[in-house]
């Protein structure tokens, strides 16, 4: 890339990455300073603010302050790649963000169309243990990035090196599906049906008051 592109780039993170930080920053200050607001599905904003939050924060070292500094090699620049400049918590950040997503489809999705169902209201305590799975999966799902990413010399960046070109397509292919095209169709189903059950219910109020008035 050239310098242009690398300042260009910067630039854009830089716009990106730190009005973000102080909104995500605010929601969890807002949540946990009024005791009104610590609701399940406020939590749930919460674990979304603190996924962003990481990814935001680990996304600096990659793309903004990398070109402040002189990247080591060897052993400590593997090392700096796999927990600070190469993205891997970012990306852990970002998986448990779309699954928290994807949570919050759920808990809309039951408070809309069973709204006085028991089992399948979300609790605190239910949406704690949730939070702490979806981490724990997150974590065990970009796992496997610790042990492929290295520092290249010749290309000044963190890339990744799978023991073959079979196992890189695997991990792309799990990755488009489990981060991309799952929850995506979880998500729009849920909230097409939704918007379906408010719609048809706000029409059949109408066609009743309408009813009423013609007698």
């Known amino acids: 890339m050239s310098t242009s592109g690398e300042i260009t780039l910067t630039i854009c993170f830089t716009v990106l990455v ?5 909104g995500n920053i605010l929601v969890c ?16 904003f919460v674990n979304l603010a603190v996924a962003d939050i990481i990814t935001l924060t680990f996304i600096g070292p990659q793309y903004i302050f990398i ?9 400590t620049g593997d090392f700096l790649c796999k927990f600070i400049t190469g993205g891997n918590i970012s990306w852990i950040g970002s998986v ?13 999705y039951n408070a ?5 169902s028991q089992a399948s209201n979300f609790s605190v305590t239910k949406v704690k243990i949730i939070i702490v799975c979806c981490w724990i999966f997150t974590t065990a799902f970009n796992l496997p990035l610790f042990f492929v990413i290295y520092y290249n010399v010749d290309k000044k960046f963190c890339l990744e090196s799978w023991p073959s070109v079979t196992s890189g397509k695997i991990n792309s292919t799990f990755w488009l599906m489990v981060v991309g095209i799952i929850p995506a169709v979880i998500m729009i189903s849920l909230y097409s049906r ?7 219910k706000k029409t059949n109020e109408f066609v009743q008051i309408a009813v009423r008035r013609s007698r």
């Open 112 to 116: 809309v169309i069973n709204p006085y």
């Open 96 to 108: 448990a963000s779309v699954f928290s997503l994807v949570t919050i489809s759920f808990e809309r």
């Open 29 to 44: 200050l807002v949540v946990f300073s009024y005791r009104t607001m610590q609701t399940p599905i406020n939590y749930l």
């Open 194 to 200: 939704v918007v379906c059950n408010l719609w048809f």
């Open 67 to 75: 070109h402040l500094f002189k990247h080591p090699t060897g052993t």
């Open 18 to 22: 730190f009005p973000g930080l102080i």
